[in-house]
């Protein structure tokens, strides 16, 4: 492989090329699904293929294919640079791309167990027990478990000098219970809705979850909110689980601080942002309890690296910090816009795509709370957990979001449950309401396994560790009764 | 490109080699490419080459899929060796009855020669003229260009073969201003199609040197464009159109066919051999496309279903079935909604104080059962005041029950197009909704941008 490598390498030189890079990627995926007893997925997917990326004429060009020969990397090669010489007719401002030092290295996900050395049988016996559980109460429906394993292997090389090679395993599972009743229909998930929780974790995080044993809870939590009364239109405190506000952490803080959306790349598919790269420094984006990192570093976050897809090392970088805002992802081409050099957040979704500025880990630093407390210091709000619904306008500053399932806080205790649970909101606003914290025992990470961006459409695997939140006056309830 | 003859012969190979009772082999392959523009220069341009080949083997009753884009025979080999094995860990789906058998295919074209065409070079001169009209008119854009060749070929071991051939290219521009944007966008399988100046027109139109003012959240009437309306049809295919979700009682369909849902101004179909859409003539099982009829003037009547939803019911596919493993059901992709008798003119003259839509953002389901979904509107919101779009207002979140909504269709154009996302997240399979504009007697807004 190295050798293919070296020749296009060589071939970019002689071409005289600004800069090129070349990346080969294999995955495999391996998706496993139960629906009411049945195994709907059993698949396998092994994915191989290189892309190569030119810089030349003030102009980038991209060009990839599955077919890994030194032939068809020729061919790959000048295709590329026929579109960068095409693309340099309409250019924007001159690209700015400083140089890195070259890095000779290897990473690999630290991991106990391999997923993809555990027998298939293992997975689906665990699978088929948690779904048979759900399915005891009788007015679930439909009862779902799900387990995903991922192995990517991709060697990073460049006309820098660098040749980097990297394998990242990553695996999640969960389970959702449906209760359905003539027109009424609730959903209740465990870790986490969407298929689960993620992590850069081996086998021992599939485990760890211990699907069997929530199983029941979540079945006759589904049940409870068919009768539930509706979610009260109002203004008032709301405090998110974990998990939720790793979605808003995602739609509010993390794709509004990617610095290509800012400089308006992202324009004419999901937007750009309402941030701009002078408001760095003294934007007050939250209350004062607001501490936020981009950790590319932290174990088992499903967005956690050994290096980016420009050849950049994983960093931890404070992006709000005391509320302000202090940085932004950036990439080596847009870094210069805030003087300073890529944080290394720069991603591509497999050989096919090229990369661009991706969330990390992007977490929310524990404060000093226990749940207990917040909810005891509340005397009238919302708890709502596990997400349901999203929606964020083309600035990322409206934003809406449903959860499966909330309860009534009432002088400091947890009351009613609600169903159909909605909240709304603006961005700052929002943050700068929030006055409590969950401590370091109630921080967790969130893997978010389906972020999309970019055009052709990618999707990447990102993280969120944050503790439940307390947030005031907040309107709930938004829907009229349909 | 593979051609028919390679492609059926490379999958017939790999079937017959199958020892598994059952055995399905799709290639899909890819040449495309795809240009960003943004503030008025390109900023991206990528070009792709792939072959995917999906295996479903079955023993008895029990099913595994194996995909991969390693095509030497002896990755094919291991590959279906793979599946095998993953099948025989498998347990029993007691619902399944079999693969499908072959049957008629029509003869489609839904190739174009011009396609290659599209060379970086005259794709750059193409945008550039694009990027002059909107220059001209003091104006930046910014957008995405994509072309591609697509070959989709399935074989399996009752006999089906089938091979198709697609080109496509779709093209959407958002035009900004200081204060507000407009939007257009173009799909077809045909690069001569495509009008530049036309499209950039209808962009720079949606502009206004005013400020948006803010109107307050509440019910309006409104006139959806046809991108609008499109965004509301996916919703309802997505949700409740295919017989997984009817089976499974979480579509609104279920227990209520024959009952009048929406207003009978409201008709709801899909065609895949329609040629004022992007035809495909069979689905990923190799099954011909039938028509398929939703809403017959209001009326809940049939929903879409594959080899598997049929045999659940003793009944025969539609030919609606998508890349196994597929877990969402046989889901709709080519929608249409009947034309009406009213231009667009009229139907704003019609209204005395509302809201004129081009588009939505960033939509999603709130409640399934009712087909609530939320978003926001985006490159083109306008105050509609008696019976005249007025000035540019700020972008409104919705959050309304589709199916509330096309009951109080009070105006429906006779003039419809055809709007597409292009390719989204999974491999290149450009699909199409063809829709009129509608006037809708109230539509929920639950919130406004601050913005």
Redesign the interface.
């Known amino acids: 492989m190295k050798d293919l490598v070296e020749n296009i390498l060589d071939i970019a030189k002689l071409k005289k090329v600004t800069y090129a890079d070349i990346r080969i990627v294999r995955r495999q995926s391996e998706e496993i699904e139960v629906k009411n007893g049945k195994v709907e997925v059993l698949t396998h997917d092994d994915d191989f293929g290189f892309g190569i990326r030119i810089l030349c004429q003030g102009a980038w060009g991209f060009a990839c294919s599955s077919k890994v020969t030194k032939g068809e990397m020729g061919a790959v090669f000048a295709k590329a640079l026929k579109i960068a010489k095409a693309s340099s007719r309409i250019k924007g401002k001159e690209i700015i791309f400083p140089s890195a030092s070259p890095i000779v290295d290897r990473y690999k996900t630290p991991i106990s167990v391999d997923p993809f050395d555990v027998a298939p049988e293992i997975k689906l016996g665990l699978l088929l027990k948690a779904d048979e559980i759900l399915r005891r109460n009788k007015k679930v429906k439909i009862s779902e478990a799900f387990m995903g394993s991922y192995k990517t292997e991709k060697t990073f090389a460049s006309t820098e000098g660098s040749y980097i090679e990297q394998e990242i395993i990553e695996c999640g599972a969960g389970i959702s219970a449906t209760a359905i009743e003539e027109s009424e229909i609730q959903v209740r998930s465990y870790p986490n809705s969407f298929r689960g929780n993620f992590a850069t974790r081996g086998y021992e995080w599939i485990e760890k979850l211990a699907l069997q044993d929530r199983a029941e809870k979540i079945a006759e939590e589904a049940v409870q909110l068919l009768s539930a009364k509706p979610c009260p239109s109002k203004i008032t405190t709301l405090i998110l689980d974990s998990s939720q506000l790793a979605l808003q952490i995602h739609e509010s803080i993390g794709h509004p601080i990617e610095l290509d959306r800012i400089l308006g790349t992202e324009a004419s598919y999901a937007g750009t942002s309402f941030l701009k790269p002078e408001m760095v420094g003294h934007f007050k984006y939250g209350s004062e309890l607001i501490n936020i990192v981009a950790d590319a570093t932290c174990p088992g976050g499903l967005g956690t690296f050994g290096f980016d897809d420009e050849g950049i090392k994983a960093q931890r970088v404070p992006i709000v910090s005391q509320g302000t805002l202090i940085n932004l992802l950036t990439s080596r081409e847009t870094a210069h816009h805030l003087k300073k050099e890529s944080n290394g957040t720069m991603r591509a979704d497999g050989w096919s795509r090229i990369p661009l500025i991706r969330m990390t880990n992007i977490n929310l630093e524990p404060g000093a709370w226990t749940l207990k407390q917040m909810i005891a210091d509340t005397e009238e709000g919302l708890f709502l957990t596990t997400n349901r619904s999203w929606s964020i306008d083309d600035k990322r500053i409206n934003f809406q979001f449903g959860t499966e399932v909330g309860w009534e806080i009432q002088n400091g205790k947890l009351g009613e449950m609600v169903k159909n649970p909605t909240y709304t909101g603006i961005t700052p606003k929002f943050w700068n309401s929030c006055d409590a914290i969950g401590n370091r025992d109630h921080w967790q990470l969130w893997g978010t396994p389906n972020c999309g961006k970019g055009e052709p459409g990618q999707v990447a695997h990102v993280g969120h560790g944050t503790a439940p939140a307390r947030f005031r006056n907040v309107q709930v309830g938004v829907m009229k009764e349909q | 490109m593979i051609e028919r003859e390679s492609a059926v012969d490379l999958l017939k190979k790999v079937v017959q080699s199958s020892s598994a009772d059952q055995t399905e082999a799709i290639l899909l392959t890819e040449d495309?490419?795809?240009?960003?523009?943004?503030?008025?220069?390109?900023?991206?341009?990528?070009?792709?080459?792939?072959?995917?080949v999906i295996l479903r083997a079955v023993l008895e009753k029990k099913?595994?899929?194996?995909?991969?884009?390693?095509l030497r025979p002896s990755s094919l080999r291991k590959?279906l060796q793979?599946?095998i094995s993953?099948?025989k860990?498998?347990?029993p789906?007691?619902?399944f009855v079999s693969l499908p058998e072959p049957e008629f295919l029509p003869e489609t074209k839904t190739f174009s020669e011009n396609i290659s065409r599209l060379?970086?070079?005259n794709?750059?001169g193409m945008?550039?003229k694009l990027?002059r009209r909107v220059k001209e008119k003091g104006c930046r854009g910014?957008?995405?260009f994509?072309n591609g060749e697509v070959e989709m070929a399935v074989v399996n071991s009752l006999g089906v073969e089938a091979y198709q051939r697609f080109s496509d290219l779709f093209l959407?521009?958002?035009v900004?201003d200081e204060k507000s944007s407009g939007y257009a966008s173009f799909v077809a399988r045909d690069p001569d199609q495509l009008d530049v100046d036309s499209l950039a027109q209808e962009a720079i139109q949606k502009t206004s040197k005013e400020e948006p003012i803010q109107v307050e959240p509440g019910e309006y009437e409104v006139i959806l464009e046809p991108y609008a309306v499109s965004e509301l049809l996916s919703f309802l295919g997505y949700l409740g159109f295919h017989a997984l979700a009817v089976q499974?009682?979480?579509s609104?369909f279920s227990n209520r066919f024959g009952e009048k849902i929406v207003d009978e101004k409201v008709t709801i179909y899909d065609d895949g051999l329609d040629p004022e859409g992007l035809q495909i003539p069979f689905d990923f099982e190799g099954i011909a496309k039938k028509r398929v009829t939703f809403f017959d003037r209001g009326v809940a009547k049939e929903v879409t279903y594959d080899s598997f939803t049929a045999g659940r019911e003793g009944k025969k596919s539609t030919g609606h079935g998508l890349i196994p493993?597929n877990?969402e059901g046989p889901i709709p992709i080519n929608l249409f909604m009947e034309r009406g008798e009213s231009s667009l003119e009229e139907m704003v003259k019609s209204v005395r104080r509302g809201v004129y839509i081009t588009r939505f953002?960033?939509?999603?389901?709130?409640?399934?059962?009712?087909a609530?979904i939320?978003?926001?509107t985006?490159d083109g919101t306008f105050l509609i005041d008696e019976g005249e779009i007025k000035e540019p207002i700020k972008?409104l979140?919705f959050?309304?029950?589709v199916l509330?909504a096309l009951s109080r269709v009070t105006g429906v154009s006779k003039n419809r197009r055809i709007c597409s996302e292009?390719?989204?997240?999974?491999r290149?399979f450009v699909t199409g909704t063809v829709v009129p504009a509608v006037k809708i007697d109230g539509f929920?807004f639950?919130?406004?941008?601050?913005?």
């Open positions: 495309s490419s795809l240009t960003r523009f943004a503030g008025s220069a390109v900023h991206q341009h990528v070009a792709e080459k792939n072959l995917t099913i595994a899929v194996v995909t991969t884009n390693i590959s793979k599946a993953l099948a860990v498998q347990h789906n007691d619902e060379t970086p070079n794709k750059m945008i550039k990027l910014s957008g995405a994509s959407h521009l958002i900004e499974e009682g979480r609104f493993p877990t953002h960033y939509t999603n389901v709130v409640e399934p059962m009712k609530v939320t978003g926001m985006r972008n979140r959050t309304e029950s509330k292009g390719t989204v997240y999974s290149r929920n639950s919130g406004v941008s601050a913005l």
